[in-house]
């Protein structure tokens, strides 16, 4: 057979031999592509790796000097694709192993996207300034106004908040403790009319009485403080008329607030107001809109009446009936102040039961309430012992159990009540006295509290100087830089010297105060 010379006088080595016989099928488009993505991606490989990383390609000189030598496009590695998957294309590979290829490719390159990402974030949180436990935090969050005194910022706020209300701020009395600098600090001398100007266009009148009642301590104690304030609620939603396009729902609450503002000025709001204050506005903001004003107006009042009745008046009489059940004839009961939920239970217990049983009193001074409880006490024929809470340890070992009234009960069963409610409940545990408190469920508070000096109430200092013999030891204390009076109104006693809690819902232990407010979150 003769060849045929290449065009141009090429030599024989310079030409592809053509084999005999039919000519192969031209390559598919999809193979042409498959192939065009094959040699980018060993360019981009070979352009990482550098030039000397891999073997040189088919047609490819590994020496830049010698001469390129093009590969035929009908070379017989290119002409095997056909119908039967048995042939193979360009590389020697079937499409199933290059499918498998490309599938671990992609799965390569995310699993290196992803390691990079995780890199990124642990270096990020390594970045960021770590507080050390000595370092203090900068901001405390949700902090109630109340208990900021001491921080001039949130001082401030406060003015800006009431001179849009137009509630006029109160001013603190007298050097305070350190340890209490957080906490407002009023005097009762002064009446509260002449250190605010009061404005009659925005407070209700009887709102201010009530104000003046509550700095004064003429309305004493947790369920007369909110039963007095729902009454004056009542009042202020009879004179409520609605202005001309305004909702009666959106509108009250807004007419509420600065009469809380005022109230909260004349003395804190107790835990058993605060949750009567969010029960009626809750009531408020779900009246519905077709409502006239005079029905909405009367089914408010109604829903204040209701809540009356039955988280304080039948609250009361279901604990009087639980706790009848713990005192038994011939008992010693030991009761601290004046508790009108202990003083009804006992007053129950002897003459609408018959039992016979002995009571000591128990008192502090400077409030001296246990002199009502005494007085309450002796007019329906109870024996008591009256002493002074300095003689406790005297009177325990003839004591048959303890019943103490509570201001509030906190979340993590702590019990806020009268200052030296922990010192007598400290003392019984020491002598094996069983300690109960009565308690209705209204004043169950989600607040958290282990000590007594984050959130408390500090009343006036002036009450702690008495007069013996005309003088008053304690009397230029203002003037004396070094000398700082205390007078604080609650403490807070642990779970742990409590054994059980009276309340309208039965007897249970402090530890179910949680279970309680989260069934009655449920019911609201």
Not at 70 to 82: C, E, Q, T, V
Not at 352 to 362: Q, Y
Request: positive net charge.
């Amino acid at each position: 057979m003769a060849e045929r010379a290449a065009p141009g006088g090429a030599g024989p080595e310079a030409a592809a031999p053509v084999p005999a016989g039919p000519q192969a099928p031209e390559l598919s488009r999809e193979e042409k592509l498959q192939l065009r993505k094959e040699k980018k991606q060993k360019k981009k490989k070979r352009s990482e790796k550098g030039p000397a990383a891999e073997p040189p390609e088919l047609g490819t000189p590994s020496d830049p000097g010698q001469p390129r030598v093009a590969a035929h496009p009908m070379s017989p590695p290119a002409l095997a694709d056909g119908p039967n998957d048995s042939k193979k294309p360009t590389g020697g590979k079937s499409k199933a192993e290059l499918r498998a290829e490309r599938r671990a490719k992609q799965e390569a390159e995310r699993a290196q996207k992803q390691a990079k990402k995780a890199e990124l974030s642990q270096a990020a949180t390594a970045a960021k300034p770590r507080l050390t436990p000595t370092e203090p935090q900068s901001v405390v969050k949700r902090l109630p106004e109340h208990v900021q005194v001491d921080d001039p910022a949130a001082q401030r706020k406060l003015a800006k908040k009431l001179e849009r209300q137009q509630v006029p701020l109160r001013q603190d009395y007298g050097t305070k403790v350190n340890l209490f600098s957080h906490l407002h600090q009023y005097s009762r001398k002064k009446p509260l009319t002449q250190q605010m100007s009061i404005p009659s266009t925005v407070i209700h009148p009887a709102v201010v009485r009530l104000g003046l009642q509550y700095s004064q301590g003429i309305i004493n104690g947790s369920n007369a403080r909110c039963i007095a304030l729902l009454e004056v609620f009542k009042q202020l939603i009879r004179d409520y008329s609605t202005p001309p396009n305004e909702e009666l729902s959106r509108d009250l609450v807004a007419k509420l607030k600065p009469h809380i503002s005022f109230l909260n000025q004349c003395r804190p709001l107790s835990a058993s107001m605060g949750n009567a204050i969010k029960f009626l506005k809750k009531e408020i903001s779900c009246l519905p809109d077709t409502l006239r004003e005079e029905e909405a107006k009367e089914k408010l009042q109604d829903t204040i009446d209701k809540y009356l009745r039955e988280k304080i008046l039948l609250a009361a009489e279901a604990i009087s009936r639980s706790a009848f059940e713990k005192i038994n004839d011939k008992d010693v009961i030991l009761v601290y102040g004046c508790s009108s939920l202990v003083n009804r239970t006992l007053c129950d217990a002897h003459v609408k039961k018959g039992r016979a049983f002995r009571v000591i009193v128990v008192d502090s001074r400077p409030r001296l309430e246990g002199r009502e409880t005494l007085r309450r006490l002796v007019r329906k024929g109870i024996h008591c012992t009256y002493v002074m809470i300095n003689a406790i340890s005297y009177v325990l070992p003839e004591v048959s159990k303890v019943l103490l009234g509570a201001h509030a009960l906190l979340a993590n069963g702590s019990v806020m009540s009268r200052v030296g409610t922990s010192q007598i409940a400290l003392v019984s545990k020491a002598y094996n006295v069983p300690v109960l408190v009565c308690c209705e469920t209204y004043k169950f508070c989600e607040r958290v509290q282990t000590d007594s000096f984050v959130s408390n109430e500090l009343d006036d200092p002036d009450d702690l100087i008495v007069l013996r013999k005309g003088q008053a030891q304690l009397g230029g204390w203002a003037e004396n830089k070094s000398l700082r009076l205390l007078n604080l109104v609650y403490d807070v006693t642990p779970p742990d010297l409590v054994d059980l809690v009276i309340t309208d819902l039965g007897m249970i232990p402090c530890t179910s105060v949680p279970v309680v407010l989260r069934v009655k979150n449920v019911d609201q």
